[in-house]
């Protein structure tokens, strides 16, 4: 069994999607520390002057010691309607966005307590549109031990993955040999970023799934795959 997993991360980019793709088993990574400017309440999409960023505003307070499951999003500010309304404004003309706006509008206007209940909702709901079909785990619900590597070696020995797929960051610390030692497989992701038609000029890279899906509906899958490693 090919297992991965990642933290939440709030509308992923298209590397995100591949790696999951390429396993059999996800696991949902919310039981880390929260990274105070990492992709996992913002990300980039595409306006006409070039890469907007939106942030889901959260409370720091004391975030070095919270997990990402317990992180709150700081409701006090419309964040909600602000993105809905940078969505709408940004992508009102592209081919698809009638298709997708529903699931957007309706998200935007619940109120979310938690950053990774929100990530969550959406993340589910990007791999049923995109048709990428895994076993899903909660990280946080199944108490696997220690960080990084081991806190990696222990997913795997408890899902009984006998190969897991790293991010291109995972060989900064993997342990390879700990690995090799309980005869589990390793790979780190390579992702080849496809072009694709967007709205506004020049093609830029690294946007949020929402560019892709907006732009080119059902054939997303096809095109974020495109280029790089399969899960065959």
């Given at each position: ?48 002057a ?101 806190l990696?070696?222990d ?64 054939k ?8 790089n490693?399969?899960?065959?």
């Amino acid at each position: 069994m090919i297992l991965t997993a990642h933290q939440p991360a709030y509308l992923p980019w298209l590397g995100y999607f591949h790696k999951i793709a390429l396993a059999d088993t996800y696991a949902f990574l919310d039981n880390v520390q929260f990274e105070k400017n990492s992709f996992t309440n913002r990300n980039r999409i595409r306006a006409a002057a070039g890469p907007l960023m939106l942030t889901v505003p959260v409370h720091l307070k004391r975030h070095i010691q919270t997990t990402i499951r317990d992180i709150e999003i700081d409701n006090s500010r419309d964040w909600r309607g602000n993105h809905w309304k940078s969505l709408y404004f940004n992508y009102k003309k592209a081919p698809y966005f009638s298709t997708y706006a529903p699931f957007f509008e309706d998200t935007y206007r619940r109120e979310w307590k938690y950053l990774s209940e929100l990530n969550e909702y959406m993340l589910k709901w990007f791999l049923k549109e995109l048709g990428i079909h895994v076993d899903y785990y909660k990280a946080s619900e199944l108490h696997f031990q220690g960080a990084k590597s081991d806190l990696v070696l222990d997913m795997c020995k408890k899902l009984q993955a006998d190969t897991y797929i790293f991010g291109t960051l995972g060989k900064d610390y993997a342990k390879e040999e700990d690995f090799t030692c309980a005869g589990i497989k390793i790979k780190f992701q390579e992702y080849h970023h496809p072009v694709y038609p967007q709205l506004y000029g020049d093609f830029l890279p690294y946007m949020s799934i929402v560019d892709l899906m907006f732009n080119c509906g059902g054939k997303s899958l096809e095109i974020l795959m495109s280029g790089n490693r399969m899960k065959a």
